[in-house]
């Protein structure tokens, strides 16, 4: 198949065109950047020029495909509800070129959508409340719209995903403790992150987009739940900065606009994921990279 994959630049979807290509598809990869087509070139993918804001160029790059892998999304977080609505935008635009067809369209979202219950897992059969607080909902939202007009769309949902390099949230985490010279979680630090290799989630991606299930939801989840207060303490080794408790409030000066995601616990399961799609993550895990990782260059 010929995928057009957004986000193709990205720390995620870098790792999806090889993934893709290695399985014999063709990959139409989005770019705005001379340096992103450059490198879709150098790895065997043709280039699509577009933008998020441009949702006719993401109508475009699916028309002339078979399938699309969604990655894409502006980080910045000082716009980030704003952001969210463009994500929504972007995948109507995506979904609008696939209506009456059954190629297939792959969007990402955060396993926190499953987290119905307190303490609980999220799973993938857990869908988020319609008034969800969480700007992101703005994603599945729109998957919904999408998929009742017809199309054949389905959810990936990530955990933090990692290799020695990046780790997600974890990454500004460690940006945090390098700056203010400790390694801060909250309260006695058990609350969970789930967590996945950047290589079994791109593989996860192509066997969604494979299996081509109309509104499956899959947990990209190798590791359920990982305590903060591990993650604090490796991050604490690796800057050789103190691992420190803190509490609520002074969370909330310490890690800023990150804090309350900080002290959540978002525990996550993938049983059905890997069930479903015989799917099985092969690691490393999240401690083993944030070990292996190069504290001195940040
Ligand atoms: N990494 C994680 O642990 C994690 C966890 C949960 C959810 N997610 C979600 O997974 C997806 C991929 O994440 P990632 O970590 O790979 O992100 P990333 O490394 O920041 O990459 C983002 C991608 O989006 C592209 N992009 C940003 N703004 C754009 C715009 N206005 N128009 C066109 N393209 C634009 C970037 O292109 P440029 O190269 O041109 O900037 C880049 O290819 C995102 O939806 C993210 O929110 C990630």
Redesign the pocket.
Known sequence: MRIFV????????STIVPELLKAGHRVLG????EA?AQSFIAAGAEVHR????DPESLRSGAAQSDGVIH?????DFSNFVANCE??RRAIEALGAAFAGSDRPLVI?S?TGMGNTVPGQPAIEDNLPDPNHPHPRAASEQATATVLQSGVNVSVVR?????NTV????VTHVVALAREKGISAYVGDGFNRWPAAHVLDTARLYRLALEKREAGSIYNAVAEEGIRMRDIAEVIGRGLKVPAVALSLEEAAGHFGWIAAFVSADLPASSALTQKRLGWHPTGPGMIADLEQMRYATP
Do not use: Y
């Not at 989005?30 to 950047?33: A, D, H, N, Q, V």
């Open positions: 957004t986000g193709a630049t990205g720390f995620i979807g989005l770019t705005r950047s992103g577009g933008t998020l804001e990655c894409a999304f502006d980080h463009k994500d990402t955060g990530l955990p933090q995903v990692h990046k780790q997600g949230f």
